[in-house]
């Protein structure tokens, strides 16, 4: 039969949607605060049960989370959270270090709000560390200070391409977290590399350039080892 009248749309339900993403958004936010550890089974009618929602609606939220990345499905197994994998957290690494030190590189000819900004997110990121904020948060104001020294360069494509490498870190950040408890005891050196970029020293074995390697270098060493990826 083929439609002779303009669908009225009536099937649609925005209330649904909002419930789908609600569901996602919480579990999201588990996994971000290290509350449901990698290989944790997602169970439908568990998680319907506990969060007073359909089955359907738990089953469209988790399909959500597989396309993120942050939850895998597996013939009879079904979806649970995803385990990061060595090979993704060195080759991140390996992009954010390309994209930053370029950025640090910059840093010469940038202007003062780029600056600033880096000033800014440094500021943010080391006082939600002093007064303890969720893992969530930690992590979201550490990575954007790494974001800060890419937006350094001026390009937005390169700083679209840190936040998807950023996003694939989260994960892996969050089981850290859950392991290790002073996982941002590091905080001190960030204000190292930006006192090195305000006193203009980017170059040799000291200076900003060599610290943000060692800095991303150490980053990785420590996600691989707490999580034993090899
Ligand atoms: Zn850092």
């Known amino acids: 039969m083929t439609p002779t009248t303009t669908p009225d749309f009536t099937g649609l339900s925005v209330e649904h949607a909002s419930t789908v993403e609600r569901v996602a958004a919480e579990l999201r936010r588990a996994v971000f605060e290290g509350e449901l550890e990698s290989g944790t089974p997602l169970r439908e009618i568990a998680l319907a049960e506990s969060l007073g929602v359909s089955r359907p609606t738990v089953r ?3 399909t959500v989370l597989v ?11 079904g979806v649970s959270v995803a385990t990061p994998q060595a090979d993704s ?5 390996r992009a954010r270090w390309v994209l930053e030190g370029a950025g640090v590189r910059a840093w010469g000819d940038a202007d003062d709000v780029r600056r600033d900004r880096v000033r800014a997110t440094l500021v943010d990121y080391t006082s939600a560390v002093r007064e303890g904020g969720s893992y969530e948060e930690l992590n ?11 937006e350094l360069t ?4 390169l700083v679209q391409m840190a936040e998807t490498l950023m996003d694939e870190l989260r994960l892996a950040l969050a089981q850290v977290d859950r392991i290790r408890r002073n996982a941002h005891d590091q905080a001190d050196s960030h204000e190292g590399l ?7 020293r980017i170059d040799g074995d000291d200076g900003a350039y060599e610290f943000l390697r060692r800095h991303i270098d150490d980053a990785e060493d420590e996600i691989i080892e707490a999580l034993e990826l090899t």
């Open 60 to 62: 469209e939220a988790l």
């Open 67 to 77: 396309a993120e990345g942050l939850a895998t499905r597996e013939p009879h197994r």
């Open 89 to 93: 957290v060195r080759d991140v690494c």
């Open 140 to 150: 979201d104001k550490h990575l954007a200070f790494h974001v800060s020294l890419v």
């Open 154 to 157: 001026g390009s937005p494509r």
């Open 194 to 200: 930006v006192r090195l970029l305000e006193a203009g």
